[in-house]
């Protein structure tokens, strides 16, 4: 798995002040996307222990109120796996704290991925342009949703999150 940065105190990418690990990878490629530079699965760094050990760090803090997987698409084929154990291992190692994704992928096609027993919410489908709007909250366009994944597996609906 590689990256491009750990943002701290992030207010933009979920509820609360956060985490956010930015990943390389994306093959969605949304014209418009504000961050092309995590387009390329080889590009960034490696993660490693010393970034793992960065989030950590980061999520002991009691105003952080958790994780935000973000890109690139955390959930392309050469990171998902170590997202997966990521996910895990913060949710073990930190139970109250939230884990937030964003994918261009939509719900109907991750569903049954194992990484979503891990995830509180999930933001998804690609970035349209034409559907921007800068007034949403935690999404670029209004086809995306802001998804309760807890909720959404419970009731095998859909359940937007609700600020």
């Known amino acids: 798995m ?3 940065n750990i943002t701290k105190d992030d207010m933009l990418n979920g509820d609360g002040l956060r985490v956010v690990l930015w990943l ?3 093959a969605h490629c949304c014209k418009g996307c504000q961050n092309p530079v995590t387009w390329d699965p080889d590009g960034g760094l490696p993660f490693d222990e010393a970034a793992k050990e960065e989030i950590f760090e980061q999520l002991r803090q009691p105003y952080i109120s958790g994780i935000t ?3 690139g698409d955390p959930l392309y084929p050469t990171s998902q796996m ?3 154990a990521l996910a895990r291992e913060i949710r073990e190692k930190f139970p109250d704290k939230t ?3 964003y994918t261009g992928s939509l719900w109907e096609e991750v569903e049954n991925n194992p990484i979503m027993k891990y995830v509180d919410v999930l933001v998804d ?3 349209e342009i034409d559907k921007l709007d800068r007034q949403l909250h935690w999404k670029g366009s209004s086809n995306q ?3 309760d994944v807890p909720q959404t597996r419970k009731t095998g609906k859909v359940v937007l999150h609700c600020a």
């Open 99 to 101: 884990i937030w994704m």
């Open 125 to 127: 489908g690609e970035f």
């Open 82 to 84: 170590e997202v997966e």
């Open 2 to 4: 590689r990256y491009h």
């Open 69 to 71: 997987f973000s890109g």
């Open 145 to 147: 949703r802001v998804i």
């Open 24 to 26: 390389a990878g994306c």
